[in-house]
């Protein structure tokens, strides 16, 4: 045997046209789920891309302004500043979080380590006595790319100091919620104000009427009147684009 003719034999015309046919199909396939793709189903990826990168907000509506009828002001919405940590944009390293918690401890008097969150002695933002490393692996553990309180309301001063070392500190940031005030004081206090502790017995009267009162004060007047006072609560979507987010309305 020849080797020209073991050659002929390898290149034969129907093991050639066979090979043709297999990658043509091949190539078939591909071009037909492409065109599936970019022309059949365009508008059901255009929105699942549009999904994945735009979260929907819900924006409750802020309560108003009240004032007499000499426009003296009697209620308003003042800001609070909260200590937030997300757990999610803490560094790597552990001496690195460690450090961060060690400065913040020393800025917002919270101190690093203090009580194990158990079922007994539960977390609960603003009021429980936790540590911040306690309450950083609690945000870890429970929800990781959503904040957590680490201390409220603290002076607008030490929440400026924050931010303006949040570049330093991944993952630590200020929130800023609005709280009621009341400038006339105990003058108004018993027509617009809070009056006393909800009795156990008024608690499911008021709890659908006034659900930021339960457990913190009798609601008076104006807690009376908020269903028909306070605004719809909105929708926002918060867009992200390469480095970039911008919030619509």
């Not at 009697?74 to 200590?83: G, H, K």
């Not at 919270?110 to 006595?129: A, D, H, K, M, R």
């Not at 609005?178 to 009267?205: C, H, K, M, V, W």
Request: net charge neutral; with cysteine.
């Amino acid at each position: 045997m020849s080797p020209n003719g073991g050659a002929e034999r390898r290149l034969s015309p129907i093991r050639l046209s066979l090979f043709m046919v297999v990658v043509g199909t091949i190539f078939s396939l591909y071009t037909l789920r492409l065109f599936s793709l970019q022309i059949l189903q365009v508008k059901d990826w255009v929105a699942r891309a549009e999904e994945n990168r735009v979260e929907v907000l819900n924006l409750p509506a802020m309560r108003g302004i009240i004032v007499d009828r000499n426009g003296i002001v009697l209620a308003r919405n003042i800001p609070s500043f909260n200590v937030v940590i997300t757990a999610a944009n803490l560094p790597d390293d552990p001496g690195e979080v460690q450090e961060i918690y060690r400065q913040l401890s020393a800025l917002i008097d919270v101190p690093v380590n203090l009580n194990q969150i158990t079922p007994e002695n539960p977390y609960v933002p603003c009021f429980s006595e936790h540590g911040i490393a306690q309450i950083a692996e609690y945000g870890r553990s429970s929800t990781p790319y959503q904040p957590v309180r680490v201390k409220c309301d603290i002076p607008e001063q030490i929440a400026r100091i924050i931010q303006e070392r949040s570049v330093d500190w991944p993952g630590v940031s200020v929130e800023i919620e609005p709280i009621r005030d009341y400038p006339t004081g105990s003058l108004t206090a018993s027509i617009i104000g809070f009056l006393g502790p909800i009795p156990a017995n008024q608690e499911e009267e008021y709890r659908d009427l006034c659900p930021i009162a339960i457990k913190l004060a009798t609601p008076a007047w104006s807690c009376s009147f908020r269903i028909s006072w306070q605004g719809k609560t909105g929708l926002g979507k918060s867009r992200s684009m390469w480095r970039a987010r911008w919030f619509a309305v």
